[in-house]
Each structure stands twice: as C-alpha cells, then as structure tokens.
C-alpha cells in the first residue's frame, strides 16, 4: 500500500510524519520475513488522530508496529501502510523509583539503564527483544517475572475512542502474555514503579538469566521467540520436543534445533513456509496431546 496521494503526502509532512516508501518489513521484523509497503514514522505523538483521521478519509488502511520480534508478516505488497513511532531523546526519564519510559525505547536497553540507577524487577525481560511498548502491549516475561507486574501508568492511543488516553496501571489486565488493551490501541509511553537494589545485585540477575537463555533458546537465529503461547500447566516446547519435531523444515522455516517452541529463519523462508510450518506442527501436537496451541507469535497476513 502506498501513501502517494498529493494533498496525502501535504498533510503528512504537516503532522511532521517520516514516510520511508517501499520498505521490506523483512528489515524490520526479526524474523525476516514480511513483504513491502510504506512505513511512517510518528515523530509527535499528539499527530495520531490526526494522522489516523487522514488516512482514513484516503481509505489507506494501517497497522501499528513496535519492535517487530513477536511478529509474522505476509509476503509480498502489503494491503496497508505500518505506522511506528520514532525514537525520542531521551527515552527513559527517572523519578525516584519511577521510571517514565517512551514505547519506542529498546526493552534491554531500557533495564540496564534503569539498573545502572539502582532500579531492579526487571532482570528476566533482559534477552526479550523488542520495545517497551511491545513488551507492555502482550505483557511480556520470563523467569518468574512478567513487565505488567511494574506498570503504574499508560499513555495510549485509544483506537474506540479516537483519542490520546492516560489509564492508571489499576485500569489495565495483565494475564499471561495478554492484556486487556484493544487490538488497535497503539502504547505510547509507560510509568513504571521499580524496586530499588544496588547496581551489582540487579548484574547479578541478569547474568544468571543471561546465561539459562544461552543455554536454552536460539539467540543468534532470526526467530519470533516463542511461537506458541504455553498451555495451562504444560510447555509447548516440550511437547514439539517430545514429538521429535525439531529440524522440521518447510522451505527454509525450521523449528529450531535448540528450542522446539522457537521456529527459526535459516535463510530466505516466507511467510508461507512459517505459516505451514505452524499448522504442521499444531496439527501434530494436536492428534498426539489433544491440545490446540495457541499462537503468541502476531500473524498480520494479507
Ligand atoms: N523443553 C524441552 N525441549 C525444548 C524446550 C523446552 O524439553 O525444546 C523443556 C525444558 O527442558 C524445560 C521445560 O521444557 O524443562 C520448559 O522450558 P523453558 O524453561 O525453556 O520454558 P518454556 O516454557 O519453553 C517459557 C517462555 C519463554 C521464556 C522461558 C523462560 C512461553 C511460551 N515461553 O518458555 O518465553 O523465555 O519460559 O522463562 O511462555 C517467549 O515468550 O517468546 C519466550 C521465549
């Protein structure tokens, strides 16, 4: 999808909007999958609802991206422009034990910043790929630690409402690997309550973490994480495991040999083999365990 029209273009240098055409999101997904479509860089958030409004009276569909890690996308010419936003200076500001942190910002950088001011809790999301706004929109966590568990406010754009919201963290559901934010409410920025603890304790944690996950998952691959959501009391890598299933290829999407929960990128896959890949693989644990996983990983396909 293109955002071409001339008064289009007018409005959205008005607004301040980056337009980088023809971007593969192949570039910006860790996977490295995903077609081409034009990418428009928010550098105010005070634009979007103005800048949905416009692109809804051009009827150029959208979506919203963040980090790109927990994501597959179609192949091919994509039928909507991605909005994302740009990265502000600075992204994180402190405030005794708050933390008020842009969405855009890196989720690691973001922890080892606030450990370097003596602010712990978050030592499990140090290998979690991504941005903050992505890691708090699906509550991300690992290690017996999830990011809702810190959250003390939200800014937002509210998708129903058409407007730019603050909800206290009171206001919000945080259950494993969802939230109760709608599917098109895009995360702006992000206070945080953190407890304090010396620099060296919080480096203490994230080594120990630090090395279970380069124990255990594939980090150095192009991988979405986990591609399915564990099921109550049971994990799916294991059972993917038991199953045999690890080395199972279709085109170049490989479930991982390391971690049978992480479906790997081991060249030119599309977004169809991964796609393939993952029904196979459902479909298997299905007959033999009788349960459907569900999806963790983002499907935007076309
Ligand atoms: N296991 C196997 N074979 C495998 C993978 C795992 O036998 O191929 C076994 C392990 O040996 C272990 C058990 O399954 O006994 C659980 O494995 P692991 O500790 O790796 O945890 P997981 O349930 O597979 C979850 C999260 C990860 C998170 C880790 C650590 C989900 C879907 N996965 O994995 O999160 O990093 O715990 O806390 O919740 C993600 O969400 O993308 C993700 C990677």
Redesign the pocket.
Known sequence: MRAEHPRLEAGLAALGIEVRSGTSLSELTSLGIGGTTDLLRITKHDSIPELIGLLEHHDIPYKFLGGGS?LLVGDGELPWVILQLAKPDPEIVLEGNFAHVDAAADLGRTVTFCAKHDLGGME?LIGVPGTVGGALRMN?G??GMQIGSYVRKVKLYRAAERKIEILSGEQISFEY?HTSFGPDDMMLAVTLELPSKPFKEILQGIRICNEK?RS??PLGQKSA??I???PPGA????M??ELGL?GLSVGDAKVSDR???FFVNAGRASAKDMLTLISDVRGRVENAFGVKLEN?VVVWNA
């Open positions: 927990n499990g991300a690992a290690y690997r996950r255990s998952q994480g986990c399915f959501k564990n994990s799916a890598g294991r993917i495991d690890k971690h049978a929960n963790e």
